[in-house]
């Protein structure tokens, strides 16, 4: 419920983004992650009270990577929905569950069955195939922005997974903080207009923090890769949407190379559930 509620919330950044246009994806991410900063930090003073410096020097040095590598994600992501169609952009994203169980066999030894290698190989396919498509389109930065994203996003719910005992609310702090500080410098929030503004307040301040709290928090009760295996739900939200308020009608690569993806991703899921290795401890 929580992985399936994240990645819905998650499928509105798309629309805000296309609002906050045409704001570069620096300064729509540096907007957002201010907006982020003060709701995050009130609620984790709420959480811990006197007890909140304490927690952040406990884990000071994983917040500090897991929150660069949220920033790195996240800003990406923003940027390839400004360079490419949105329905690009998701359906790259329905990579998500492959590369988490690509990252966490790589990092905490859950397995990963021959199933699943497979579901890896067609995914590799679909993700081509889109990015072809754009070749001629011009849309091929954005693409591979979108795949360099979703790259830092598996890898960071592995490293939730290995860490059950970090603090949710922090590392979304830490994704917040980081944000404005990687995107500062080429941000240009005095050349936003109302709507912008508006668009980026909804992204920051409520859905993108409640989101990412909510997957964050999915993998403490299940692997990264089964985690991630709700992806879809952002590629068909986030594709309707853009259909819905933009009239972005995918091309036709992107409808099949989105189709190989998903179709790729069900049959990785359909096998064998992944093991966790036994008596993880938070604390290597």
């Not at 994600?73 to 492959?98: C, E, G, K, R, Y």
């Not at 790589?106 to 396919?125: D, F, N």
């Not at 290995?162 to 005095?190: E, G, M, Q």
Request: with cysteine.
């Amino acid at each position: 419920l929580m992985a399936g509620t994240g990645m819905f919330l998650v499928s509105s950044d798309s629309l805000f983004i296309r609002i906050a246009q045409p704001s570069s994806g620096w300064t729509i991410a540096f907007m957002a992650g201010v907006w982020s900063v003060p709701v995050v930090a009130i609620a984790a003073w709420r959480t811990y009270g006197n007890q909140l410096f304490h927690e952040i020097r406990k884990h000071l040095k994983i917040l500090c990577f897991t929150g660069l590598l949220a920033s790195f994600s996240t800003t990406a992501f923003t940027i390839s929905v400004t360079l490419t169609d949105v329905s690009n952009v998701v359906a790259i994203l329905a990579a998500a569950p492959i590369l988490a169980a690509f990252f966490a066999r790589l990092t905490i030894s859950e397995h990963t069955s021959r199933r699943t290698w497979k579901s890896i190989a067609g995914t590799a396919v679909g993700v081509l195939v889109i990015v072809g498509g754009s070749m001629s389109g011009g849309g091929i930065g954005g693409d591979l922005l979108a795949l360099a994203g979703i790259s830092g996003y598996a890898f960071n719910l592995t490293i939730w997974r290995r860490y059950p005992d970090l603090p949710r609310i922090l590392v979304v702090l830490a994704a917040a903080i980081f944000i404005v500080i990687v995107t500062s410098i080429p941000a240009a929030p005095s050349k936003m207009d109302s709507d912008a503004f508006l668009a980026t307040l909804a992204m920051g301040a409520s859905f993108g923090p409640l989101a990412r709290f909510l997957l964050a928090s999915s993998t403490r009760y299940a692997p990264a890769a089964e985690v991630s295996l709700f992806t879809p739900i952002e590629t068909v939200c986030a594709s309707i949407w853009a259909w819905l308020f933009f009239s972005e009608i995918p091309t036709d690569a992107t409808i099949i190379g989105a189709v190989v993806i998903v179709g790729a991703v069900t049959y990785g899921i359909t096998g064998p559930a992944s093991e966790v290795v036994p008596e993880l401890d938070p604390h290597p």
